[in-house]
């Protein structure tokens, strides 16, 4: 069971917005910044988004973070094939000193 | 460019101890953390824990009495010991560079391609 809580599967068509949650507690969320990375099938991890909006050069801007208290989305707009990938949240946890991760959430684009 | 790379053995035996380097290229080892990330086949990642150039650590609860991270500056090279491995410990195991504090250290913005580890007799 992850400490950060996200949907194990989203779905859009092509150009649709899409947007993923994740939920957690005053002691990551609520206190700290949010960071969200892309997994493609067979490759390691990249990251999309940084302290909570921030993209990383070469990530497209239809690609957006935002944060509301222990809760932040990764939204993303004018869906494409190739966005189709897990998506992950991760955080630091004050309580346990740590990093956590979400539980992942596979993105299908119909 | 900086760029990662894990290695060691693919294949550890339950009981035994899983043991790996990631040797770091392009940039320092100085002034970041430094991490562990695991994903068992099929599922998420894990955050193992992370080391700073330094040497202070943190790791996840789950791992702490079975995990030790090093790290050797002058090899530019951190590793990671799992001590007791038994089969849920068979994982893709990436190392990764983070932020520059604790705080900041999920962010990460560099990974290794990855390492598949299989703890079997």
């Known amino acids: 069971q992850s400490v950060l809580t996200q949907p194990p599967s989203a779905s859009g068509t092509p150009g649709q917005r899409v947007t993923i949650s994740c939920s957690g507690s005053?002691?990551?969320?609520?206190?700290?910044?949010i960071y969200w990375y892309q997994q493609l099938p067979g490759t390691a991890p990249k990251l999309l988004i940084y302290t909570n909006n921030q993209r990383p050069s070469g990530v497209p801007d239809r690609f957006s973070g935002s944060k509301s208290g222990t809760s932040a989305s990764l939204a993303i707009s004018g869906l494409r094939s190739e966005d189709e990938a897990e998506y992950y949240c991760?955080?630091?946890?004050?309580?346990?000193?740590?990093?956590?991760f979400g539980g992942g959430t596979k993105l299908t684009v119909l | 460019q900086v760029q990662l790379q894990e290695s060691g053995p693919g294949l550890v035996k339950p009981s035994e101890t899983l043991s790996l380097t990631c040797t770091v290229s392009g940039d320092s080892i100085s002034n970041y953390y430094w991490s562990w990330i695991r994903q068992p086949p099929g599922k998420g990642l894990e955050w193992i824990g992370h080391?700073?150039?330094?040497?202070?650590?943190n790791y996840n609860p789950s791992f702490k009495s079975r995990v030790t991270i090093s790290v050797d500056t002058s090899k530019h090279e951190f590793s990671l010991k799992l001590s007791s491995v038994t089969a849920a410990d068979t994982a893709v195991y990436y190392c990764?560079?983070?932020?520059?504090?604790?705080?900041?250290?999920?962010?990460?913005?560099?990974w290794g391609q990855g390492t598949l580890v299989t703890v079997s007799s």
């Open positions: 080391i700073y150039y330094s040497g202070s650590t």
């Open positions: 005053s002691s990551n969320i609520g206190s700290n910044l």
């Open positions: 991760a955080v630091w946890d004050g309580s346990l000193s740590g990093v956590v």
């Open positions: 990764a560079r983070g932020g520059l504090t604790p705080f900041l250290s999920p962010r990460f913005d560099y």
